[in-house]
């Protein structure tokens, strides 16, 4: 599903991914590990498609993530390590990613919900002014509603707090079927019931790969 | 085409929630209240007077803040987004570069330009209320003009926006351009080069280069058939081409600077690194 080839990305004269090899396939639930700077994020941004390698490429079902970003961002969700300053309103967020990404609104009503976020209570209030876990419930909420082939989580559960973190392991487990699961984090112990495989990155390379 | 429309509506709406964007109208709109409560319609300076005053007053002040005004609040609209990591988010999602960047333009534009020619039209209403001649030439060329005058810097704005990374920088830049093409209107650098007797075919060519120039001597020809109030670029400009032809440039010169600019953006953001 994701392939990664020969992939070199450099900025300025600081090698962030250093010739990576790697390949992700349908159920599989990977934890990607490392220390800061080994490369985790830039990795995921290239797959992303935000980055112009120096050298190599990602395609992901065959497609390439710059050129054909739409159909390849069509089945990916990604939820960013620490939520963004988004000034839209919740319901406006809602409006940009029902229109743009052609979701049910009422799918990412109903995954708050199971998040216990009270969307309706806050549909006109700016997302950047909810609190740290809520905006991390949202984000979450819209990740599971797009149904996405591919999921990327950076650091999800920073801001949750433990009952929120176990209705998100929750959900995902229950939506986890026939997709690959990308975590970036740094607390192996709690994703280890999700994951199957380990991978383990340092100064831009993959240091280890196993299955669990 | 909807996520085009649905960008450039969010973009808006989300503008005329910030702060810059309740200054900015209060400006424009709090120029032209304090001209009426100055008197300015009543007054007769140079043979015009009135609403034509009124007006002309609004666009030499304009001519000031307009462009640094639009330069602050859109230079940060790529690059913050960047910065604070709002477009790493947003664009996970399968919209087109060209949909967002086009998107953020078109609100970004509607934004700039409706408080401008919106203070325009209340002292045109307010005028036809106290019984004043409404100047209709004027107030057409100062809409042309003004609609030009914003997609010049809105362009140049969304291109330094594409390339910096930090909304920091790009203040900075923004700040230096509107201080340098000031300085090059002909009050103030271009007057000191024909002391120095300069080519004077290169001074008109730096002035004529010069939208903000462009738009000065336009907004003024009208005024001022004997250039008593214009500078000496602004007199060998007309001097060289008829009013018609020069007013017809000032409005599609600073258009196609504006496109320019806003395309070398677009295609800086679509080459680059997004984050």
Redesign the interface.
Known sequence: MIKVSNLTKKFGSHVSLDNINCEFKKNEYIALMGANGAGKTTLIRSILGYYHPNAGKVSIDGKDPIKQRVDVLKHISFVPQLPPPIKLSLDELMQYISIGAKMDKELIMHYANEMKLDIKANLNKSFFKLSGGMKQKMLIAISLAKKSDIIIYDEPTANLDPKARDDFYRLLKQNEEEKVLLFVTHRLEEVKDLVNRQIYMDLGKIVSDENV | M??LY??AY?DL??SI??KWFVIYSLVFGGLIALFFIAGVTESQVMGFSGLSRLLLMYIQITIVILPIFILITTVRSISGDRD???L??????????NQYYWGKIIGRFITVYLPVVFAMIIAVVYGAFKGAAIPWSIFFLYTGLLFAMSSAFLGIAFFISSFVKSSEVALGIAFFIWIFLLAFIDIALISLMMQQRLNEELIIFIAMINPMEIFRVAAISLFDPELTVMGPVAFYILDSMSQGVFVLMSILYPLFIGLVFAFLGYKIFT?????
């Open positions: 909807k996520n649905l960008i969010l709406k989300e929630r910030a604070s990591h709002v790493e988010y947003m664009l996970s999602f399968p919209i087109s570069l080459k680059k690194d997004l984050v």
